[in-house]
């Protein structure tokens, strides 16, 4: 309903009552505003209560105003330039308390992406992953760092894992020519969607490969191609993209496949420990050694 909610609050106007069309027509014309104020700040900026907020948000087809709220937000999250983010990111945070409002809000996202992520999806991605002959990563730019993260683990527990390398288009299909029903493809992309990640998928999905696409919406250009969609909450919208959700979610898909594959990975960690005191990998450290093992 995002993509057609400012036609379908447009074509209802007439039928509003006369604080719902102050409403209405503050939402149509100041969205990018509307979507990141609580509704007794919305009803200040028009002049009508808090109730009326509430009951035009029902009236429009929403259970209440949080959820017409993260639908205003998901229709802008990728159409906002970054100078636009940096604006909202000042009015919503400012200069006080930032560390705790930004991880509260991280904490929240997380909170949603357990809610919201099927786990009927989430296991048929892990069977995948864990079948494949090949797996490829694609992600670019702050998404990059998702799939990098993921392909280090997942190349210490699976046999032919490729991070996919955007520099350029013709470059990125060259790395994925032979991908084919044997293949699985990771496909990472939130607002504003990489059009290289959507390339791929769709190409993945001509070869008959699996898709498995880690992103933020159903309205996702990804989820088209995709036979699992895995959803992480990335929608507080400043110029830095939020990723804790997004990483929590594929660090439980990393340990999902790595115990249904736990016999394979014990030997292979048996030998990296070995190599790893061999080439002096990591600083000894006498006493107690907190630090992860990779």
């Known amino acids: 309903m995002a993509r057609d909610l400012l036609a379908y609050i447009e074509s209802q106007m007439n039928g509003f009552s006369k604080g719902q069309k102050l409403i209405g027509r503050y939402i149509v ?10 509704a007794a700040k919305l009803g200040e900026a028009v002049g009508v209560s808090e109730s009326t907020v509430v009951r035009f948000a029902s009236e429009v ?13 998901e229709l802008i999250q990728n159409k906002l330039t970054a100078v636009q983010r940096m604006e909202i990111t000042n009015e919503q945070i400012g200069n006080e308390d930032v560390l705790q409002k930004v991880l509260n809000l991280d904490i929240e996202k997380i909170r949603r992406t357990l809610e919201e992520t099927s786990a ?4 048929s991605a892990v069977e995948a992953i864990t079948r494949a002959r090949k797996v490829y990563i694609i992600g670019v730019r702050s998404a990059a760092a998702l799939a990098q993260f993921m392909s280090f683990y997942c190349n ?5 894992v490729r ?3 955007t520099s350029s288009v013709s470059e990125m299909f060259e790395q994925i ?6 293949d699985v493809l990771v496909a990472i992309s939130f607002p504003r969607y990489s059009r290289r990640t959507v390339q791929a998928t769709q190409y993945a999905s001509r070869k008959k490969a699996k898709v498995v696409a880690v992103t933020d919406s159903r309205t996702s250009p990804l989820v088209e191609k995709a036979d699992s969609v895995l959803l992480a909450r990335s929608d507080m919208v400043s110029f830095v993209d ?6 929590s979610l594929i660090n439980a898909l990393i340990v999902a496949v790595g115990l249904s594959k736990r016999e394979e990975i014990s030997e292979s ?3 990296l420990e070995q190599i790893w005191e061999d080439y002096d990998v990591y600083e000894k450290i006498e006493g107690n050694q907190s630090d992860g093992i990779i």
């Not at 014309?29 to 609580?38: L, P, R, V």
């Not at 087809?61 to 937000?73: S, V």
């Not at 009927?120 to 296991?123: E, Y």
């Open 242 to 247: 939020s990723l804790a959700a997004p990483l």
């Open 156 to 160: 210490l527990i699976l046999r032919d």
């Open 29 to 38: 014309d100041h969205y990018d505003k509307a979507a990141f104020m609580t």
């Open 177 to 182: 020519l032979r991908i084919d029903e044997n």
């Open 120 to 123: 009927a999806d989430f296991d």
């Open 269 to 271: 960690f048996a030998k």
């Open 61 to 73: 087809g929403f259970e209440g105003y949080p959820q017409l709220q993260r639908a205003l937000q």
């Open 163 to 165: 991070l996919v390398s």
